[in-house]
């Protein structure tokens, strides 16, 4: 071996570990798994991975479930219920008596003034006009904007002392789906695909829904993969033209399935063929086993978004029926047949297009998307428990933020990224309870300060994933996926 | 390279063409300097990822209580930001002023010159506090700590001081800077190797590459055959494939220096300007769009690409490329190309509604200080931001040197020039009009876009002009540019003014813009210049006293300052032309190694350092650092020749090889990734060979060189379709071309499941092949029947894939072709999802 050739191995090897123990700091994780080193020498990551899904889920049937996992799991899905737009804590999870004392008065001196996005300057405060009452036995207080969520009171932890720095849709959308506010980074679900990789072949491990065929803040980098290979992207479902599932799913006008059978075979026999001559490039595999299952997803993916063969009762329970339900509670039911069938990470919008952003008339605003999710959210806890899911599926609540005391245009609210309530439930956390503070008017967060971060730190910790653990050496930066931020919030399990 | 500092540059920006009055009677208050929460942010942020170790490292070996919980978080919340804000930039390892030192537990406790600063249990006997206190010493000297910083200190001593790491490593870089960085060290080509008796070359890189090929045993692969070759080349130089006609020319010259002939007719097409401007692109984030909500289209931006397009076609030399790119107004401030170049520092992303004005253009600088040093240093800057940097030696300071080059800069969104030789008087009588018919709705709308801002960020935008320190001007421009694109919108215009008004306004403006003169136009090139004032000293974040850094080269590279060329304050600064002139200036080592190492990669699928914007210590070595020398040697030489470059890589013997090797199971145990090269490696086509190929195929290419980007999926090539941010076209996407919010300097190859439903089934790829097939159609019409289903898969696989069909492809794939035109367009969307097409050997 030649010596640069040895010297560069050597030092690839051992250099970092040297310096990491010199300086003591965990930027740098050995390469220990093949996924990892895989990561780390970027080399030959399409032939192995498809789309988080075939070399994966081989891995996991092998091996021990949980290959990518840092720590034990209580959950192996995730839920993301996204209300695009920013619902308001202060008329839903977090009652502040004090802010109907001083409505119509301005905010006391006492309080910071925060730039808000619309920059009203000296609004008044504007009052909640909910009713309130306590629930469950853990008498969680909720408004009647949540009545059916209120029946499960007893399975939310509910964080009320969220906040982050995106005073904008964009930002704020960008930090609670990427962590950070500014664009670039993966999301969420891309990590935790690239972490976890999936457990169906037959369907995109990580998934998303929307109640309305629009673009929503950011488009597709909500879902995108950042600077992790596109495999770990979010794939939309139901957003594709002639009702497709996913995009491409239809065999094209004019093709039937035998046509297309035969062409797939010689598609095959000519790959073959040619990777013959070329016994050392794996990727040549990797495209032609990618074309067995992209025919696999044709007839798995059309079984999985077929709600016809669910009861009237089960339809009934996402109110399928009724029209203000309809919508958001067909992905709620979709999302529960995903997680059947194996997908790792659903993230469901609700208010596409910052539908829940009340900067004025947030009465009017607020009835039609909490009554647009309630039930539908409801319906999903109690499907999910009777089947014994919910206990190994994480459902996550919340916006991109929460919304100011200030009035707005006289009755609305801005947006408040300061202090804002998310709830999480299922996939081990211990639900009745709360979850921090914010101050006695709502606007900032005070005790138990949860940052983005820290929500997302948890999620993958429930994922069994560790924050830091999780990396990907990216221009020479390990990244991780809390730009080392953030932490588990323990009394989610405690 | 001249360096015209002292022409003045014209700040033609959106903010002169509507000022704005500070409404009467509204008294407006100045909030102090701290109050910028983002500024906030980032401290927290340092601390925080610094806590993040400690803590780590803690548990790990030392064990943990709850007490000890308690006592980290205040130490990590409270104290270790307070230190780091406001006493390290004299008392750390950088600068341990009195002999004292507050970075480390043990340096704490040793005290400084003057003995033990604390004494842990008592606050009141400790030296730190006096000195807090403002007793005998004062500490820190600029002002001294609030109330509640000083309770903060005071507790954490009474309470023990407790410092949770046990090694001093947190803040102190010295492990890292006695080590010697390969990048940094000067050019050590060596003496070019000896030719053996088997080599076939006299090519430098070859004889490079075959002493290391020969010391592990190996040998090179054969020349590839001049089909494989002609495809390679043309792919790679140019992006497009050979047409069939292209290859036969090749396969019939018998000029002994055919190869070389081909090479040189390639170098001349405009297409190579377009290929290696991709790659470019690729590097520097370019995208047409705002990309964050509103994702707005710019209509400019194409202007930087054909900069660089007509760069690299022209042969431009690299010190110059990179001068018109960081500073293109200081070194031509009257030409429009050296405008658009320095575009370049206007391709990051853009929020149109961001009231943290001060907060938005902190990210936008330091955005530019990383993408500078990503894509001209391969290095990571961004580390340093917030700590030193914790694996390359690159302190803070250097960050912040770095950082001060684009202190001045101020974006400048020029308005088209006049062309009519129309009367001002004309033109002023529309303009009075146009006031008139405005009245003060417009400007109260203005006024209330403006009120929307923090106070502090109001008042720099009221100021006049004249009076505003470079900052302010940075600030203004972004308020101003709000008010414009959120707060003047058609509709809440319409809405002021009402219909009549509206419309005559808008009749106005329409003669106006007739004569360009309209206040109101669209910038038709986007720019930057440095902002006139007094330029704004750089501090650490949250800092408005103390030291301020200097503009200069990171210390390991030199640490030389640039020099100031500002005699007043309406004059650029030059540091951009000082920084561009350093990054190419033959003491920086790196430049030249990172250059000559993308151009590599380029040409060969991975660079000798396979990191290619990484050539720090998480980055890789290089596989032959002495051929890496000696290219990076080669173009200083050539003075920053890039086509030479190029020239003598496609003519070496190392990049003429062939795929196979009849050894090849040995070479695979040897070196399985093949980084000595003793093969060519398979590539697999990039979004736009794919897209462009196709378009070749179909007969569809339309070869119009350079000017604005096309909307939708014409038959332009895929450079030219508008790029947007959130938004990308599913083509190129599936096929991992980067959406450009960051730098990419080599792109993921995935094979996914959509990817591949796609070229199954989306619409665009079947047309694509119908296409394909009537293009293969008309040239096999005149063959007999018998044969025509043959010669149809003879042609369609050679057009696809530069290799005529074997008998067994021709075999299988013929009676489908003899199945009338949807048997025929079967075959051509077979060979669309083909190996063959989609990879090049």
Known sequence: MPSYYKRRNEMTLNSNSNLCRRLDIPHFQPALTRRQMLAQTGAGFGAVALNGMLAEAETLKSGS??????????????????????????????????????????????????????????????????????????????SNWFPH?????????????????????????????????????????????????????????????????????????????????????????????NDEAIANLKLPAGINETRQRQKLDLIRKINQMHAARLPDV????????????????????????????????????????????????????????MVERGVRFIQLFSGTGSGWDAHSGIESNHTKYCGSVDKPIAGLLTDLRRRGLLDQTLVVWGGEFGRTPMSEKGTGRDHNPTGFTMWMAGGGVRGGQVIGATDELGLYATEDRAHVHDIHASILHLLGLDRLELSYNHQGRLERPTVNEGKMIQQLIS | MSRLFKQSVNHQTAISSISMRRPSGVRLRRTGSNSDPCWNRILQTSCIAMGVAIIFLF??????????????????????????????????????????????????????????????????????????????????????????????????????????????????????????????????????????????????????????????????????????????????????????????????????????????RMFAEPAYGERMARRWLDLVRFAESDGWRADAFRPQAWRYRQFVSDAFNEGMSYDQFVAFQLAGDEIAPGDDRALAAVGLLRLGIYEFNQRDAEGQWQN????????????????????????????????????????????????????????????????????????????????????????????????????????????????????????????????????????????????????????????????????????????????????????????????????????????????????????????????????????????????????????????????????????????AKSLIDSNWNIQELQREIVNSETYRQATDHPQLSRALEIDPDNRLHWHRTVQRLDAEQYRDSLLIAMNALQTQYGGPSVAGTPGRRSIYLQRKRNSSDEMLNALDSPNGLVGTAKRDVTTTAPQTLMMMNSPRIVNAAKSFAGHVRKQVLNIDEANRASAFVMLACEIISGMPADQKTIDLLAPLAANGQEGEADVCHILINSNSFLFIE
């Not at chain 2, 130089?237 to 081909?262: C, K, M, S, V, W």
């Not at chain 2, 669209?522 to 720019?527: P, V």
């Not at chain 2, 650029?572 to 030249?592: D, H, K, M, V, Y």
């Not at chain 2, 250059?595 to 990484?614: C, E, K, M």
Request: charged share 25%; net charge negative.
């Open chain 2, 364 to 631: 936008i600088v330091d955005e530019l200080t990383d993408v500078t040093a990503d894509v001209f240093m391969a290095t990571g800057l961004a580390c340093a931001k917030c700590h030193d940097h914790k694996f390359d030696p690159i302190p803070r300071s250097d960050y912040f040197r770095f950082r001060s080059v684009f202190e001045p800069i101020l974006f400048v969104d020029r308005k088209p020039e006049r062309t009519t030789s129309e009367s001002n008087a004309q033109i002023q009588t529309l303009l009075d009009e146009l006031a008139s018919v405005e009245g003060d709705d417009l400007q109260s709308l203005a006024n209330g876009a403006v009120d929307r801002f923090p106070l502090n960020v109001q008042d720099m935008y009221r100021k006049p002009a004249s009076e505003r320190t470079t900052y302010e001007h940075q600030i203004a421009y972004l308020v101003a540019r709000q008010v414009i694109d959120e707060g003047l919108t058609d509709s809440k215009v319409t809405a002021a003014l009402g219909k009549e008004r509206s419309k005559r306004r808008k009749e106005i403006l329409q003669e106006l813009s007739r004569l360009s003169a309209n206040p109101y136009e669209k910038a038709d090139l986007i720019t930057v210049a440095d902002a006139d004032g007094s330029i704004r000293p750089t501090r650490l974040p949250g800092r408005s006293n103390g030291k301020a850094f200097e503009p200069g080269a990171p210390q390991v590279l030199g640490g030389q300052s640039f020099p100031e060329q500002r005699d007043s304050p309406t004059q650029t600064s030059g540091r951009r032309t000082a920084l561009a002139a350093w990054i190419t200036s033959p003491e920086n080592p790196i430049s030249a190694r990172v250059l000559a190492n993308r151009i590599w990669q380029y040409h060969f699928g991975t660079g000798l350092v396979d990191s290619p914007n990484d050539f720090g210590r998480l980055g890789q070595l290089p596989s032959h650092p002495q051929l890496l020398d000696y290219l």
């Open chain 2, 59 to 264: 548990i790990t070996s030392v064990g943990y209580g709850a007490e000890d919980d308690a006592k980290l978080r205040f130490f990590e919340s409270k104290v270790r930001p307070l230190l780091l804000a406001k006493c390290y930039e004299c008392h750390s390892a950088d600068k341990a002023e009195g002999g004292l030192r507050l970075d480390t537990g043990r340096h704490v406790r040793k005290g400084g010159d003057s003995g033990k600063v604390i004494i842990e249990g008592n606050p009141d006997q400790s030296l730190l506090v006096d000195a807090i206190r403002y007793q005998n010493l004062e500490m820190p000297p600029e002002a001294p700590l609030t109330e509640t910083e000083q309770q903060v200190l005071i507790d954490w001593i009474r309470d023990g001081a407790f410092w949770p790491e046990e090694s001093d490593s947190a803040h102190n870089t010295e492990p890292v800077a006695e080590q010697v960085w390969w990048a940094a060290q000067p050019l050590a080509p060596g003496k070019t190797p000896e030719a053996s008796n088997e080599s076939r070359s006299r090519n430098a890189i070859d004889l490079y590459v075959d002493r290391e090929l020969h010391s592990a045993g190996l040998k090179r692969a054969a020349t590839a055959d001049r089909r494989r070759l002609i495809r390679r080349l043309s792919l790679d130089l140019l992006g497009l494939p050979p047409t069939p006609e292209q290859i036969q020319r090749f396969l019939d010259d018998r000029h002994p220096n055919a190869y070389g002939r081909l090479v040189d």
């Open chain 1, 149 to 241: 969520v209120a029946q499960h009171a007893d399975e939310l932890a509910v964080i009320r002392s969220c906040y982050g720095e995106g005073i904008n849709h964009s930002g704020g959308c960008n930090l609670m789906n990427t962590g950070s506010i500014i664009a670039g980074r993966p999301s969420l679900g891309a990590w935790v695909t690239y972490g976890l990789g999936s457990e169906t072949e037959e369907l995109p491990a990580f998934v998303v829904m929307k109640d309305q065929k629009k673009s929503g803040t950011n488009g597709v980098r909500s879902w995108g993969p950042g600077f992790l290979p596109a495999t770990f992207q979010g794939t939309p479902v139901g957003d594709g033209a």
């Open chain 1, 282 to 337: 794996s990727t040549l595999d990797a495209r032609i086993r990618s074309y067995e299952l992209a025919y696999r997803m044709q007839s798995a993916a059309p079984e999985a978004v077929d709600l016809t063969r669910e009861t009237a009762e089960t339809r009934n329970l996402y109110g399928l029926d009724e029209k203000q339900t309809a919508n958001f509670g067909e992905i709620c039911l979709l999302a529960r047949r």
């Open chain 1, 65 to 142: 479930a949980v290959q990518g996992c840092h720590h034990p799991p209580t959950a192996k899905s995730v839920i993301f219920l996204f209300m695009e737009g920013g619902p308001s804590q202060l008329d839903t999870f977090d009652r502040k008596p004090l802010l109907n004392k001083l409505a119509g008065q301005a905010l006391p001196a006492s309080f910071r003034e925060p730039i808000t996005a619309m920059g009203e300057k000296g609004a008044p405060l504007l009052e909640c006009k909910r009713e309130w009452d306590h629930y469950g036995e853990s008498g969680l207080e909720i």
